[in-house]
Nanobody, 128 residues
Framework: VQLQASGGGLVQAGGSLRLSCAAS????????IFWFRQAPGKEREGVSC????????SYRKSVTGRFTISSDSAKNTVYLQMNELKPEDTAVYYC??????????????????????WGRGTQVTVSS
C-alpha cells in the first residue's frame, strides 16, 4: 500500500490549489480516503473524507463550500480541490486510507479513530 500526496504550493489568499493523493496497492473506490492537515504548533485535524463506492463524502465545517473531495478510479487517485484559500488553511496536508469505511463520517470520528495508513504530506502555504 502506498499513498503519494502532491499538489501543494504557495498561493495568495483567495486562490486555489488541487491536491492529489495517488494510491497503489489497493483500489481507492473501495476504501475510505481521508485528508488531514497539520499547521505548525497545532494538532492534526481532519479535513475531508470520501467513500466513493458508497457515494459519501464529508467535510469539516471550516472548509465546507470551499473544498471538494473527489475520486478518479481510472487513475486510482483522490483529489482535494481547494478554493477561496485563507491563510488559516496553511498546513502540511496528508492523505490517509482505512478499510473501515464507517470512519468517513464527522471529522471528529476520523480524528479520533485515526486511519490505518498514511502517506507523506504536501505543504500548502497561503499568503495574506
Amino acid at each position: 500500500v502506498q499513498l503519494q500526496a502532491s499538489g501543494g504550493g504557495l498561493v495568495q489568499a483567495g486562490g486555489s490549489l488541487r491536491l492529489s493523493c495517488a494510491a497503489s496497492g489497493f483500489a481507492v473506490d473501495d476504501y475510505a480516503i481521508f485528508w488531514f492537515r497539520q499547521a505548525p504548533g497545532k494538532e492534526r485535524e481532519g479535513v475531508s473524507c470520501i467513500v466513493d463506492s458508497e457515494g459519501r463524502a464529508s467535510y469539516r465545517k471550516s472548509v465546507t463550500g470551499r473544498f471538494t473531495i473527489s475520486s478518479d478510479s481510472a487513475k486510482n487517485t483522490v483529489y482535494l480541490q481547494m478554493n477561496e484559500l485563507k491563510p488559516e488553511d496553511t498546513a502540511v496536508y496528508y492523505c490517509a486510507v482505512d478499510r473501515r469505511t464507517w470512519m468517513c463520517n464527522s471529522y471528529s470520528v476520523y480524528e479520533t479513530e485515526s486511519p490505518s495508513f498514511w502517506g507523506r504530506g504536501t505543504q500548502v502555504t497561503v499568503s495574506s
